[in-house]
C-alpha cells in the first residue's frame, strides 16, 4: 500500500460531496469581512443555513455579534446539525490521519514503538467518535451526507514530516476540536440534552488524550535541534491560523467571553499541557481583519 | 472436632493443617515442562511481534481507503487491539531475559513476501482483498498458532506467556467472526465471491511458501501427550502378583 496520500484520495461512499478548499483564503494574514462572508457561503453551501446566516446579519456578525446558541432559538436545531456533521467529518478525517500516520511512519528510525502505538490507539479512539457523532446526527435528525464536506483538516494536519503530522493533527486539529466540544457540552448542558452533552464530554476527555501526544511527540522530535524546532512552530503557526477560520476563534470561556463565535477552552487545553503562552499564541493566531 | 474420612487423612479434603496439600489444588493438571525453552520461546515471540506490528499499521493504513463506513470502522477499531498485542508481546520479552524489547524479526524472507502482498492493496475498490487478507488469512493462522502455543508451552513455568495469549485469542476469535460477518455481506455478487476466494489462495500460498508465522515448523513439535503405562496382562501379571505376595509374606513373618 502507498504511503502519505493526498486529501483528495480518501475514500467516502457516494452520500458525500466535497466542497473546495479556499486555501488562499485559510492561509493568508490579512482578510477581509467580504472575503469571510464568501468562503462561509462556501463552506457551508446549504441553503437553509445560509438563509439563517443572512436572517443573522451574514458573515459581519460572526465576527463581532456574538452568536452564542441559545437553545430555545429558531436557528437552534439547524445550527447544531450543521455542527454535528462537520465535526463527524473531522472525526472521519481524524480516524484516517492516525491511520495514516500508524503505516506512514512504520518503519521511521527516529519514532520509537510507542508513537505507533499512541496513534493505532487514536485510530480507535477516533472511530468510536464516528460511531459517537453518527448516533448523534440521528439525534438532531440529521442525515449522513446531508451537508458538503471540506477536507481542510486532513489537508493541513497531514505532513510528511512526522514532527509537522503530529503538531498538525495532535496539537493543531485536536486543539480545535477542544474548543468545539466545550460548545457543544454547554449547549447540550443549556438544552437539557442528556444526550448530547454526555456522549460529547467523553469524547472531549479522549481528545485531551490526543492532544497530550501531540505535545509529546513534537517535543520528542524537535529535543536538542533548535532549527527544527523553529520549523515546527512556524508550521504551527501557519495551521493555526487556518484553523482559527479568518479569525473566527478567540476569546475564552474560561475568562467568561461571550462574543466570541469560537471561545478558546483554556481548562481543557491546560489538562492536555499547553501553557498559558501557548493559548494565547493559539488565540491571537488568525489573520488581521479588515472591513 | 473434624471427623477424618479417608481422603482427609491424606490431607486432601481436610481443613486447616491436617490439610497437607501441594502448592496447587489437587484437580489441577498444568504441566511443568512445556515446548520451548526460554531462548526457543523469544525467538517465536519476536516473529509475532512482527507480524502483530505490520498488521496494525496496515489496518491503520486502510482505514483512509475503504469508501464503506462501517468497513472503515472495523479496521479502525482492530487497528489497536493488534498494536496492543505486539505491546504485550515487547512487555513479555525482557520478562524472558531479552535485553531488547524492541527486537521484531520475520522469520524468513518469504514471510516478508507474504506481508507485503497482504498490505500491497490501496485502491478503494479491493476493500474485499483486504478484508479477506486480514480476517480470512492473517487472523485464521493467528488463531491456530496462538492456540498451539497455548497448549503445548508450559502452563506454569510459561503461564504469563499463557495467560496474554488468552487475551489475544479473545481479541482474534471476535475479529475473525466480525470480519467474516462482513465479508459474507459484502460479497453480494459470484464475480466478488470469486475475487475473494482468488485472493485468499494467493496469500495462502504465500503463506505456506515461508511456513508460517515462525517458519517451517510453527505448529510443528513432538507429541508430549502424557500416555498411561502399557497393560500388564496374563503370565506376566499372574508373576507380578505372585512375587508381590512372597515379599508380604516375608514381611508379615519377620
Ligand atoms: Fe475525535
Ligand atoms: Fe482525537
Redesign the interface.
Known sequence: ??KF?TSD?????DRFTRSSLPLDFLMAEEVTVEQIETTMTTLLSNPDMLKSMEDEGGAASLLSGGPRLNPEEERAKLTMKTQMHGIFMGE?QA??????????F?DNEEL??EF??D???Q??D???H??IYSALLDHVDCE?GEFNENLFLFEFGCSDDPAERVTGVNRCLEGLALDVFQQTIRFGKAADDETIAQSVDFVSADEVTHVKFGQVWAKALTEGDPERRQKIVNFQRKVDRAFSLGGLRGGSYDGGATEAFLPIAREFRKVAGFSDEEIDEVAGAGPKVTS | MVEQTESSANGVGAYGITRHAQPFPYWDRRRLVGEWDVEQSVQRIVHYKYFE??L??????????????DC??L???H??????H??LW?KRLPELREVNE?RSEPPNDAFVRFVDKL????D?DLTMEKLVGIYRVAIPHLLAVYTFHQHVTSDITDSPTVRILGFMLQDDHKQYVEGEMMIQDLAATPELRKRAGAWQLELDLLLGEAGGICGPGTLGGLPKIQKPPHAVLGDELRKRREAARKVAEAASSS
Open positions: 500500500m502507498k496520500m484520495e480518501l475514500a467516502r461512499d472521519m480516524l484516517e490521519a492516525a491511520g495514516r500516520s500508524a503505516w506512514d512504520q520509537p514503538w505507533q502505538l496513534m493505532c490507539r485510530t480507535w477516533e472511530g468510536r464516528v460511531e449522513i | 506490528e505490520r496494525s499499521a496496515a489496518l491503520g493504513g486502510w482505514g483512509a481507503t475503504m469508501p464503506e463506513m472503515k470502522n479496521v479502525a477499531r487497528c489497536y487491539e493488534h498494536a496492543w505486539a505491546d515487547r524492541d498490505t500491497e492493496p490501496f478503494h
